[in-house]
């Protein structure tokens, strides 16, 4: 049986070809930004709470770091425990636009899911980094996640929880200026 491919989809591939080497040089620009921005942090804020702000809350509470480079908003770090163990969420900001999100939960050895995957620290964990531009989704990168459906449905929610979570900042600081 022979299986023709038809002629219109080979003046697709050019496109897709621009499309994911312009998605990659974003992807690598945001990365170093992050790593340049890192050490030019000079202002840090913390708050330890029992609200639940991020949807990973349980009772047990939640530690959030606010990271200002010269009065402006870097990062906010969310991390917290539950009964799976210890989670946490960054959000990195440039330019005071949303850029990327980086999510994992680390998990306790006797309550371990099967993730197939492990940190630096050689713990059994899960991991997601998501880069975003102009508010929408620009790629992704996952370890340790089986349940793709639940993932998909995180990703589309992590940027409306980082607002939820950037008003909720303000509210707590509020002599502190976030641009």
Same mark, same amino acid.
Request: aromatic share 20%.
């Given at each position: 049986? $022979? *299986?023709? #491919?038809? !002629? *219109?989809l080979f003046l697709l591939l050019p496109i897709a070809a621009i499309s994911y080497s312009q998605d990659s040089t974003i992807v690598s620009l945001i990365d170093g930004s992050i790593k340049k921005n890192y050490d030019r942090q000079n202002? =840090?804020?913390w708050i330890l709470t029992k609200e639940k702000i991020v949807k990973s809350v349980s009772g047990f509470g939640t530690e959030v770091s606010i990271?200002? +480079? $010269?009065? &402006?908003?870097?990062?906010? #770090?969310? =991390?917290? &425990?539950?009964s799976l163990g210890k989670w946490g969420k960054e959000f990195y900001m440039m330019q005071g636009?949303?850029? *990327?999100?980086? *999510? =994992? $939960?680390?998990?306790? +050895?006797?309550t371990k899911p099967l993730t197939g995957f492990t940190n630096w620290k050689g713990y059994p964990a899960s991991?997601?980094? !998501?880069y975003y531009r102009d508010g929408k989704l620009l790629h992704e990168e996952h370890k340790g996640i089986k349940n793709e459906i639940t993932y998909q449905a995180m990703l589309r929610s992590l940027? !409306?929880?980082?607002?939820?979570i950037y008003h909720w900042v303000k509210e707590k600081l509020p002599g502190v200026v976030l641009n």
């Open positions: 049986m $022979n *299986f023709r #491919v038809p !002629a *219109f202002k =840090t804020y990271g200002m +480079i $010269n009065d &402006s908003l870097y990062r906010i #770090v969310c =991390t917290g &425990s539950d636009k949303l850029e *990327f999100i980086y *999510f =994992t $939960n680390e998990y306790y +050895i006797d991991e997601c980094r !998501a940027p !409306a929880e980082y607002q939820k």
